[in-house]
């Protein structure tokens, strides 16, 4: 049997169910032509389509969702986002192609914050920073070469010590960190169910509508959902890792599953466990490392774990974030979860994304990591940009780089276990 085309989640997103509940917009239904489709309404989608309605305000645009805004993983990230670009692995040949992407990333950075300011979007956007720590020697040798790029390319930081690591955030596991001054945390879930909330009215969005099949009808498209289908000129996909089960990019991007838990709220007795800063936020030296959060006065986020193509079982996420946290903070082993979800992510051979048009007609942004709030964001206003013949051509590609090929099945599922249970072994305590 061929697989799902869109994400189809067995677990609710924590930070959507924060929230006060939500009206989706309605399914599509009936057949519709337009002039634009966007499938996918994450950052990148939800960007795009803006975009595409600045530049070309008489187009009707349609954008198509398979869940709901605040399901997707545009809402199920850890919040994090910045202007600035510090690679996690930097060396000082990475440094200048950090200072062109963080060119880029500020242009995008300025222009969300615009619309949210605009539309009166909240959504807990903070500038509180983050801390790059690292718990083992290699994570700190490698951290160190990370502060080099940072000073070269004048990112505001502070480097911090063991003691100074636990003074914020309450736990002793940390050797080494960089404080990087100019990171915001936010609500994820806020915030792209604002921006979809706030999209002009000539974008329809469709929620609960997966795109199942696209074809070819003379040199327009028909993208087919259960409800309908929509005709029209232009495609932008925009789902990421998931373009590869409509057809296109296969030997591009693989999907990736990642996990996250908030606590329950901690009680005042074991507040000051949780650090003497009121809000803070780490993010691991290893690529298989664990990002955590304050949430709040009282909550802590814990994300990591990574799973090829398919969802980890809920009582195993379950069982690995907590061993994540209880190493952190074992004054809390009596603490639970009360959310605890899985998101997707892309995973490209090089890391960078496949962003461009495919073929007359057809263009596609995916391949999106991580940083995709302010990634996604650039890419998707930068892809209607390219649509609409308006910047420098081939500034992307120059910039962000094209994800190279990888292997098909079985020898894609195969090369990701290896690697994974390499880079676990070297992760060690990072995780
Ligand atoms: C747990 C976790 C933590 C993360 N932490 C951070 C962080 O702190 N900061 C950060 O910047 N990034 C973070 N990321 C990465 C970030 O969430 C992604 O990079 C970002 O969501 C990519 O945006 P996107 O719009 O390209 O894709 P998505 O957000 O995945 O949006 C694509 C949308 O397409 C929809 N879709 C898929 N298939 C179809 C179809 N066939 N038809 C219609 N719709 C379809 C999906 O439902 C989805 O809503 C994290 C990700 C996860 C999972």
Redesign the pocket.
């Known amino acids: 049997m061929s697989k799902l ?3 189809n989640y067995t677990n609710h997103c924590g930070w959507n169910a924060m929230l006060p509940a939500r009206t989706p917009q309605a399914p599509l239904s009936g057949d519709i032509t337009v002039d634009y489709a966007v ?8 960007a795009a389509a803006r975009r595409l309605h600045e530049l070309d305000p008489q187009a009707q645009i349609v954008l ?4 709901t ?1 605040g ?4 809402a ?6 910045a202007p600035d670009v510090l690679p996690r692995t930097a060396s000082m040949e990475m440094a200048e192609k950090a200072r062109n992407q963080t060119r880029l990333f500020t242009e995008a950075f300025d222009w969300l914050t615009g619309i949210l300011r605009d539309n009166d979007i909240s959504c807990d956007m903070q500038k509180v920073g983050s801390i790059r720590t690292a718990a083992t020697e290699a994570g700190e040798a490698s951290l160190r070469k990370v502060a080099d790029v940072a000073r070269a390319n004048d990112l505001p930081h502070t480097i911090l010590n063991r003691a100074d690591i636990r003074e914020r955030i309450g736990a002793d596991y940390y050797r080494y960190g960089i404080y990087l001054h100019d990171t915001w945390l936010l609500q ?1 879930a806020a915030l792209i169910r604002g921006l979809a909330d706030a999209l002009p009215g000539d974008v329809t969005l469709h929620e609960n ?4 099949e696209m074809r070819r009808e003379g040199s327009d498209w028909r993208l087919v959902t259960e409800g309908g289908s929509v005709r029209c000129r232009t495609v932008v996909l ?5 373009i590869p ?2 057809g296109f990019l296969k030997s591009r991007m693989a999907t990736i ?4 838990a908030v606590t329950e709220a901690v009680k005042e007795s074991d507040i000051g466990y949780l650090g003497q800063s009121p809000a803070w936020g780490v993010l691991p030296s290893h690529r298989l490392g664990t ?1 955590l959060r304050r949430i709040g006065r009282d909550r802590l986020m814990v ?1 990591s774990l990574y799973a090829h193509d398919q969802e980890i079982a809920q009582a195993t996420a379950v069982r690995e974030l907590r061993d994540r946290f209880h190493r952190r903070w074992p004054g809390l082993r009596h603490v639970d979860f009360e959310f605890v979800w ?4 892309a995973f490209t051979m090089n890391g960078a994304p496949w962003w461009g048009k495919i073929e007359d007609g057809l263009y596609a ?2 391949g ?9 964001t650039m ?2 206003r930068k892809l209607a940009d390219l649509i609409r013949g308006v910047g420098t051509p081939g500034e992307v590609e120059a910039v962000m780089g094209a994800a190279s090929w990888i292997a098909p099945e079985p020898f894609r599922s195969i090369g990701f276990q290896i690697i994974s249970a390499l880079e676990s072994r070297k992760a060690g305590l990072e995780a």
């Open positions: 085309t869109y994400p499938v996918g309404a994450g950052y990148t989608g939800v198509l969702e398979a869940t805004v399901e997707g993983s545009s199920r990230n850890s919040g994090f986002t994820p509508s997966p795109v199942r925009a789902n990421n890792g998931f089960r409509l599953f990642t996990y996250a990002t994300r899985g998101g997707t992510t942004s995916g999106c990591n991580g940083s995709g709030i302010a990634k996604g890419l998707g």
